[in-house]
């Protein structure tokens, strides 16, 4: 799905998503990533099943006021003790489908909040 969203400055703006694939400004991401409004960063999980503590560590170390956790294709919600970390920074945690991740980030983004989207990748759906 294509987003249509104008800001000023050079913030990161989701443009695009869908299967195996996010686009950031102009640059097509095909792997798990981290985007805040200043940065873009490769994340290890590459599915939901693979997610734990140590990958909330690396959303925790951005310091956000609020991350989203896209989880794929379908919400999945993460085992209370793999986010403890965000809950001891007093870092809000968000979870949902990737592509709504996607949404709410850039209105959060464009509201000037300090955001960090977690992002596994979409997977192609089988029919």
């Known amino acids: 799905m294509k987003i249509q969203l104008e800001t000023g400055g050079s913030r990161n703006i989701i443009r695009a998503y869908g299967p195996g694939r996010v ?16 940065q873009i960063q490769d994340w290890p999980p590459r599915v939901f099943t ?10 925790a170390g ?48 464009g509201e000037g909040r300090r955001v960090a989207a977690a992002l596994l990748m979409i997977e192609s759906q089988k029919i």
């Open 23 to 38: 686009t950031v400004n102009r640059d097509v991401y095909t792997t798990s990533l981290i985007v805040t409004p200043d």
């Open 50 to 59: 693979e997610l734990n503590e140590t990958h909330f560590e690396i959303i």
């Open 62 to 109: 951005l310091e956000p006021e609020v991350a989203i956790l896209g989880t794929g294709h379908r919400q999945h919600f993460p085992k209370p003790d793999a986010i403890q970390i965000l809950t001891r920074a007093n870092i809000g945690l968000e979870v949902m489908d990737t592509g709504a991740a996607c949404r709410t980030y850039n209105i959060l983004m």
